[in-house]
């Protein structure tokens, strides 16, 4: 039963670690915003802790997974080994999972990528916009995410250094001050840089 305890503890350090910035991507992407997702960056600062309480419960995990039982008596794993082969394999998919959460915020810009911004039409316009409350690669997508969805946004390359996002849009189908409200909406608030 311990270990489960351990497993269990990995999972909510885990999720703690990466709170600021698997919630917003995952609201982001269900179309859920408001300001108040700025509140979860309170925990970027604290991110490196939770992480190390992760690995140390996942340590502390393998270790008495793998590591040679001493007691072999009645009901322990050693006496079934159909039960710790089945704990082997718990461990080893809770362990991709929570590699997973962890390596979320670093990985998923990678994954979605960027796209060129394309100036062709001489009817758009380009912005850039400084992002506040940014903490991690991963906010990035939130911010550009929540801007794609602004009608007449062609396109959104958002940076997390420098904080900053470059929007190429319609000035006759959205505003600066749309574009503005779609990343505070997203719980990161901006301002005009520059425009051209």
């Known amino acids: 039963m311990k270990r489960q305890w351990e497993l269990i503890g990995a999972f909510l350090a885990s999720i703690t670690a990466s709170v600021c910035c698997v919630i917003p991507s995952l609201l982001a992407g269900l179309g859920i915003g408001g300001a108040w997702i700025a509140y979860l960056t309170a925990f970027a600062p ?111 390359i958002v940076t997390f250094n420098p904080p900053e996002a470059v929007i190429v849009y319609a000035p006759a189908q959205a505003s600066i001050q749309d574009l503005i409200q779609a990343t505070t909406k997203a719980g990161y608030p901006s301002r005009i840089k520059s425009t051209k």
Not at 101 to 120: C, E, H, N
């Open 46 to 156: 604290y991110r490196l802790i939770f992480i190390s309480i992760t690995l140390v419960f996942l340590g502390f995990s393998f270790y008495r997974v793998y590591r040679q039982p001493q007691d072999c008596s009645s009901g322990s794993l050693c006496a079934n080994p159909q039960k710790n082969r089945t704990m082997k394999k718990i461990l080893i998919v809770s362990t991709a999972f929570i590699l997973g959460l962890l390596a979320f915020p670093y990985a998923i810009p990678y994954v979605l990528g960027t796209a060129a911004i394309s100036q062709r039409h001489v009817q758009m316009q380009r912005v850039v916009l400084q992002v506040s409350n940014m903490t991690c690669a991963s906010c990035s997508v939130s911010v550009r995410n929540s801007l794609l969805r602004v009608r007449g946004v062609q396109d959104a």
